[in-house]
């Protein structure tokens, strides 16, 4: 609960860059009641069903990483979702935030398999999975309500197997191999409004 109050402000004073990507909330008014959704993060984390990170750069919060869907047994699997501050956008916070953390969930936690679901529009975090090496896996229609509607997400994958010598190490050491990538994303047909239009 420390960094409630950091983080309020955070998301309260980058709106304009943040709300293309917040989830909202399809049946009722949106709220950014930020102590409730820590409150909400921590019951998930005492139910070690997710578990929540800040993200710092030179020692000061400039955003959050949340690991979400934990399950184990014969899925063993979690999905991870974040996002950083403008200031520190693109000087690689949220690839080494995303591959530590994977790292964790593999080899602290024993999951097998980290997903990542990124709207086809936001390049930046397309930008992230592609560094690290997450395979494409697909897209899920309307699957998450972002910005006051469901969106499409790409579907980005990880498991143990492909990484045994850790997902930093293998980014850092550059020895991520080159993957399919979605191509053409402005040209991406998307499902959303299922009225034929590109984008949303």
Request: glycine content about 10%; charged content about 20%; cysteine-free.
């Given at each position: 609960?420390?960094?409630?109050?950091?983080?309020?402000?955070?998301?309260?004073?980058?709106?304009?860059?943040?709300?293309?990507?917040?989830?909202?909330?399809?049946v009722g008014p949106n709220s950014f009641?930020?102590?409730?959704?820590?409150?909400?993060?921590?019951?998930?984390?005492?139910?070690?069903?997710?578990?929540?990170?800040?993200?710092?750069?030179?020692?000061?919060?400039?955003?959050?990483?949340?690991?979400?869907?934990?399950?184990?047994?014969?899925?063993?699997?979690?999905v991870i979702g974040y996002w950083i501050?403008?200031?520190?956008?693109?000087?690689?916070?949220?690839?080494?935030?995303?591959?530590?953390?994977?790292?964790?969930?593999?080899?602290?936690?024993?999951?097998h398999r980290v997903e990542i679901d990124?709207?086809?529009?936001?390049?930046?975090?397309?930008?992230?999975?592609?560094?690290?090496?997450?395979?494409?896996?697909?897209?899920?229609?309307?699957?998450?309500?972002?910005?006051?509607?469901?969106?499409?997400?790409?579907?980005?994958?990880?498991?143990?197997?492909?990484?045994?010598?850790?997902?930093?190490?293998?980014?850092?050491?550059?020895?991520?191999?080159?993957?399919?990538?979605?191509?053409?994303?402005?040209?991406?047909?998307?499902?959303?409004?299922?009225?034929?239009?590109?984008?949303?």
């Amino acid at each position: 609960m420390r960094d409630a109050k950091h983080l309020e402000r955070l998301i309260l004073g980058n709106r304009e860059w943040l709300r293309p990507w917040e989830a909202t909330n399809p049946v009722g008014p949106n709220s950014f009641d930020i102590r409730g959704q820590v409150r909400g993060l921590i019951r998930q984390m005492d139910a070690q069903q997710g578990l929540a990170f800040v993200i710092e750069v030179e020692g000061e919060i400039l955003g959050q990483l949340n690991v979400a869907n934990i399950l184990y047994g014969s899925v063993s699997s979690a999905v991870i979702g974040y996002w950083i501050a403008p200031e520190a956008a693109g000087k690689g916070s949220v690839p080494t935030a995303v591959a530590l953390a994977t790292d964790y969930l593999f080899n602290v936690v024993g999951l097998h398999r980290v997903e990542i679901d990124i709207r086809p529009e936001n390049v930046a975090s397309l930008r992230v999975v592609q560094k690290l090496g997450f395979r494409h896996e697909g897209l899920k229609e309307r699957y998450i309500h972002i910005n006051g509607a469901w969106r499409d997400h790409f579907v980005f994958a990880l498991t143990h197997e492909e990484v045994i010598g850790g997902v930093l190490n293998r980014w850092i050491k550059n020895e991520v191999p080159a993957l399919p990538f979605p191509k053409n994303l402005t040209e991406f047909k998307h499902t959303e409004l299922n009225d034929g239009t590109l984008g949303s």
